[in-house]
């Protein structure tokens, strides 16, 4: 199983980013992705998650009105729009996958069930 996120660098406040996570030896279809961050010296923190089908969505209350987080199952891609970024947004983006339906869904918070993740792409908004 491999997850490879991209898209990530450096922008100013106020700017947009679009990561992207292809993955591959999964049933992309049958699983619930999601994307996860952590900053330096902090814990890691869920950021956006979806449905299997990409028909239902949630976020954390920091990104809400933000970020969009979406899935193309025939591209078996994930992708988190970010706009209007913050310096606090600044952190490394994890991609993770489950098998669908997951336990943890709608709260953002129950990421640790997830069992693939990715290597991760930087954020920084200075």
């Known amino acids: 199983v491999q997850l490879v996120e991209s898209g990530g660098g450096l922008v100013q406040p106020g700017e947009s980013l679009r990561l992207s996570c292809v993955a591959s030896g999964i049933t992309f279809s049958r699983h619930d992705m999601s994307w996860v961050r952590q900053a330096p010296g902090k814990e890691r923190e869920g950021v956006a998650a979806i449905y299997t089908g990409g028909d239902y969505t949630y976020y954390a209350d920091s990104v809400e009105g933000r970020f969009t987080i979406s899935k193309d199952n025939a591209k078996n891609t994930l992708y988190l729009q970010m706009n209007s970024l913050k310096p606090e947004d600044t952190a490394m983006y994890y991609c993770?996958?489950?098998?669908?339906?997951?336990?943890?869904?709608?709260?953002?918070?129950?990421?640790?069930?997830?069992?693939?993740w990715g290597q991760g792409t930087q954020v920084t908004v200075s």
């Open positions: 993770a996958a489950v098998l669908g339906p997951y336990v943890g869904r709608g709260d953002c918070r129950r990421f640790s069930g997830y069992n693939y």
